[in-house]
Every structure is written in C-alpha cells, then in structure tokens.
C-alpha cells in the first residue's frame, strides 16, 4: 500500500509545461543572457559560448512562445531582430539570478 500526501494536489499542466520548457539545456541560460543585455543573435552567441546556431534559435523560439521573450524587428542597414524580456521574462530572470552562488 503506498502511502497518501495529505493536503497535496497535482501539479497543474502549466507549471508541467513551464518545468518542462526550463529543463531543456540552454534556457536558464538564455534567460540570463537576456537579463544581462544580450538582444541580438550574436549577442547571445558571445555570451553563451558552445550553443550551437540551432540550439539557440530553438530556445528563443520557445522563449517567445511562452511569452518570455520578445521578438522586434529593428529598421536599419541591415535590418535586425532583437530580443528583449517581457514582464514576465523579468520576473523569471529574477528566480535564474538568484540561483548563482555569490
């Protein structure tokens, strides 16, 4: 007989999703690049260093998507994206920060 959780309650399917999306290698990463003023691709290439082209698209694809990040188009020769927190984004860049150890 395995034993029951009392007052415990399943985890809801968001906070799944949100663990799952956090889990996957570079993310936390990212976020923190984010938070530390990496906008462009390359920015984020320079400071996430091994991250492969794909794996970094990938991520920033994800990010925006659960509304982490977002993605702007900037007017110019050339003409670039940017990426840039979202409120939320701050508020999680917050939680990936306070996981260094000072």
Request: charged share 20%.
């Amino acid at each position: 007989m395995t034993p029951r959780c009392r007052n415990c309650s399943p985890v809801p399917p968001e906070m799944r999703a949100a663990a799952g999306l956090l889990e996957r290698r570079w993310t936390m990463a990212t976020i923190y690049a984010c938070s530390s003023g990496a906008a462009r691709f390359n920015e984020f290439r320079q400071s996430l260093p091994g991250v492969s082209p794909t794996t970094l698209s990938d991520r920033l694809e994800q990010l925006e998507a659960a509304g982490i990040v977002e993605r702007h188009m900037v007017a110019g020769r050339p003409p670039h994206t940017e990426y840039v927190l979202t409120p939320r984004g701050e508020q999680l860049a917050r939680a990936v920060a306070g996981l260094l150890q000072h």
